[in-house]
């Protein structure tokens, strides 16, 4: 099994840029879920400023709720389009995305994220309801691997400041009145470990209200991409705790968004969620 953890967002990066496109190289991720705040140990500034980051956003909550539903979703001058539907069993790691390459292209896999080799899960994928074998199931599990750490990154970034591999620095030259900024670098871990970010965190909420990041794929002299996290939202889970979430990211100095909406945390999952081969999760949303 390869344990790999979220660094965040190459191919949607790619996609802003080219307009269509996901690749599985997005980042690293365990497949384990952010974990609540009772064993860590607070040594720096740094651990602090995202030690607060968790409470706020509602770790603690989150790591008890047993389910996450959520669509992927890129907004631009050119329309709305949902990416891919996503629906986690946190407790085993099963997972379903369903998501389209064209018309008439409709595919679900149905994988473990606990259970991966080589960047690929475990699992069946489906092509129109139709079973796929041989390497065109690899691929498509390996995208929908590759879905899972993309966005569930985008989403959960401020419950993720304390993964493994991840190295945490405080910038007091960066950080302002309105803001604390995190400076997040990364060890051995992952496809894309030079990878850097950029969390500007609300010194009067503690919430998470911007990232910028400079991926390793990118050129050196290219300057960090930013986003600013908008919307926010508090869902409640099945124990009645309380996780608080962005579903709306903002291009700074541009015009597209990623959205991560359609958000929910159920206690049981629809009939079928990890058995039924044709598309299911859009009648529940947009």
Not at 87 to 103: K, M, Q
Not at 139 to 167: M, S
Request: one cysteine or more.
């Amino acid at each position: 099994m390869t344990a790999i953890r979220p660094l965040l967002v190459a191919a949607v990066f790619s996609f802003l840029l080219a307009g269509l496109g996901c690749s599985s190289n997005s980042g690293s991720s365990s497949a384990s879920s952010p974990s609540g705040t009772d064993t860590l140990t607070l040594n720096t500034k740094a651990d602090s400023v995202a030690y607060r980051l968790l409470e706020t956003h509602g770790a603690d909550a989150f790591a008890s709720a047993p389910f996450l539903r959520f669509n992927f979703t890129v907004e631009s001058p050119k329309g709305t389009q949902v990416v891919a539907r996503h629906l986690w069993n946190r407790s085993t790691g099963e997972y379903r995305v369903e998501w389209s390459s064209g018309e008439d292209s409709s595919y679900v896999a149905i994988v473990n994220v606990r259970d991966v080799t080589d960047g690929v899960p475990s699992g069946t994928a489906y092509l129109n309801g139709t079973e796929l074998e041989g390497e065109p199931a690899q691929t498509a599990r390996e995208e929908a691997y590759g879905r899972f750490i993309n966005d569930t990154y985008w989403l959960l970034a401020p419950l993720k400041t304390f993964d493994p591999g991840v190295n945490r620095s405080y910038l007091p030259d960066s950080s302002t009145a309105e803001h604390d900024v995190l400076h997040l670098t990364f060890g051995e871990v992952g496809l894309t470990p030079g990878d850097e970010y950029w969390l500007y965190v609300s010194k009067e909420t503690g919430q998470l209200d911007r990232w910028a990041f400079h991926l390793q794929g990118m050129k050196e002299e290219q300057p960090p991409q930013a986003f600013t996290w908008t919307n926010d939202t508090t869902l409640t889970t099945p124990e009645g705790g309380a996780v608080t979430l962005a579903p709306r990211k903002e291009a700074v100095g541009g015009n597209t968004a990623i959205l991560t909406n359609e958000l929910a945390l159920p206690p049981t999952p629809p009939d079928g969620a990890f058995s039924n081969p044709e598309p299911m999760l859009a009648s529940d949303s947009n």
